[in-house]
């Protein structure tokens, strides 16, 4: 059902490729997770980070540049599993029609959310800018050319195929754009009101959600 094309990746200086190199690369990012969910990002260092994933300091910044670098690294892993997740529920419950896509799409979140570590401080984007905007570009973590939701937006079009090819492409990713920014206010409202979430508002999320794509032409 998807098509795999990405857009620009977040920064990293060196691509992991023997598998002595990812293990330790996949041991830094899970590291960073954990400590965003104890300590948040202000206080993140990249210090504490290479103690926790067990890596000399020097290690971390042959990937990573610095902080920025490693957030970003993280949400774009974020992203790439929940769009994994997510493309594995759409395929067990074919035929998807743009409702069903809203609703498995909103449910996948939540349940990331609720369980995967450092998912709750930073999704796609820091969940509450903590950092100051001098130090990190927040809202271009996943790609330095456009913002974070539009980011997620271009990747949800590629796996939605079919679904979201009729019309202007553009208007398109523009239409998936403004739902997550109602979806993204709409959950931070329902995991304030509640640890996992307040049910009614994560109802209501997929309710305005599909309300807004069920007038789009593009999302029929």
């Known amino acids: 059902m998807s098509d795999r094309t990405n857009p620009a990746p977040g920064p990293v200086r060196r691509r992991p490729v023997q598998q002595r190199s990812l293990e330790?690369?996949?041991r830094i990012l899970d590291a960073c997770a954990g400590l965003l969910d104890e300590v948040g990002a202000t206080a993140l260092?990249?210090?504490e980070v290479?103690?926790?994933a067990q890596v000399p300091i020097g290690t971390l910044y042959q990937f990573f540049a610095g902080k920025e670098d490693l957030l970003a690294a993280l949400a774009g892993r974020n992203l790439d599993r929940y769009?994994?997740?997510l493309d594995a529920r759409l395929a067990a419950a074919a035929p998807v029609g743009p409702a069903v896509f809203t609703d498995l799409a909103v449910e996948e979140f939540v349940a990331m959310k609720r369980?995967?570590?450092g998912f709750g401080q930073l999704d796609f984007g820091l969940a509450?800018?903590?950092v100051p905007t001098d130090f990190l570009d927040d809202r271009h973590l996943?790609?330095?050319g456009v913002d974070n939701n539009t980011a997620v937006a271009l990747r949800l079009q590629s796996l939605g195929g079919e679904l979201f090819r009729a019309g202007d492409p553009t208007a398109t990713t523009l239409t998936l754009r403004v739902a997550l920014e109602a979806a993204d206010a709409v959950l931070k409202l329902a995991f304030r009101e509640a640890p996992d979430g307040d049910p009614a508002l994560i109802a209501e999320c997929k309710r305005l959600v599909r309300g807004y794509l069920a007038q789009q032409p593009s999302a029929r």
């Open 83 to 85: 769009l994994q997740r």
């Open 142 to 144: 996943l790609d330095t």
């Open 115 to 117: 369980a995967v570590p």
């Open 24 to 26: 330790r690369y996949g």
């Open 50 to 52: 290479a103690q926790r």
């Open 45 to 47: 260092t990249t210090k």
């Open 128 to 130: 509450v800018p903590a």
